[in-house]
DNA sequence: GTCTATACAGCGATAGAC
DNA sequence: GTCTATCGCTGTATAGAC
């Protein structure tokens, strides 16, 4: 059957939902309109609600595929050793933060304009990420290969440390992302009290 | 002589720039209208035109006057040894952060909606800060009491890891501010291979 | 699925009375 | 110094034609 003129659907979705990414992350969610999104696009504003129920959605959207990813991939099996398991966790942090700056920043920075509903769920997917984190932390300290005081604030600040690096890391830069990974494994080891 | 009804020079002034802290940290700047920081002071809208330009020359300054403050408090005197004047950072800046979020969350948030000089400006502050706690990394590293491979990664990997308390840190929680910056320097202290 | 047109509210900023 | 009133514009979202 022939397509209408015009007519571009499983593509023209996707593009939305990059446009927003884009111009979220450049200019931040309040500064950009849904005229601005249509126009990076290349339709009319109301044809972007064909995609998405309203706004809002389209942020929630971005920030939850982002973290249900970030799940998805942040798996570190409870076999191995403590050390081995907490130096993959940075390596993996540092690697997936650095691939996706735009996502990264908007699931930071525009917490604020979901609904309490949506925040919420938001606030849910990343506290099972940092809770990877700290298993690692505690079954080390358990097992005295970690000297820590409290796993929850070594979580926090590890995960602070690392993320950081995406307010400054530009690949081509002075270092590589292989160099960066091998420093801030360094000062996690240490601030651990690892060997 | 007799003031005329209504006149409160030097009271609205401080009033209006106080309303629109509280608002842009909670809300973000581009989601504030002009209308609302004039609610909140109990003025009508325009008359906040008597105290700022513009609406941007509000943020600039909130943003400009905090790391003022915060470069005019940073005085970690080149005298004391290294460990000292580190010990001496950390305590500092998880205190002056503890004691501002609003002001902290806006001068790492709002800086998209800042002109390209303003931008420039509230940058160069904040690296002038950042310098200070290099200083004390270096003079470390060169007595020998750090061991230290890259003096500007750990210094943005220790200020992230400071400015991360912010997040979560809540005056009566779990831990008191003395628990939180005992634990921190103990962390910053080993990251940096001190003994 | 996209278009044009539009409803309706809100925006930053200014002018002029008091 | 603050008010009221207003300008010109932009915002999200919807309706109906094609």
Known sequence: MARTTGSHAGITGPRVRQAALRLFAQKGYAAVSMRAIAAEVGVQAGALYNYTPDKESLLFDLMRVHLEELLAQA????????????????????????????????????????????????????????????????????????????????????????????????????LSLDQVVAQYWDMVRRAVGAE
Do not use: C
């Open 75 to 174: 798996d570190f099996g409870a076999e191995a050793d403590p050390l081995t398991r907490l130096r993959q966790f940075v390596e993996f942090h540092i690697r997936f933060h650095a691939d996706r700056p735009d996502e990264v920043f908007i699931a930071y920075m525009e917490l604020r304009n979901l609904s309490p509903e949506n925040f919420a769920q938001i606030e849910a997917l990343r506290r099972r990420y940092e809770d990877r984190l700290e298993t690692i932390l505690r079954d080390g300290a358990k097992q005295g290969v970690f000297a820590i005081e409290d796993t929850k604030i070594m979580t926090l600040a590890i995960i602070a440390m690392l993320t950081g690096v995406n307010t400054w890391f530009r690949s081509g830069g002075r």
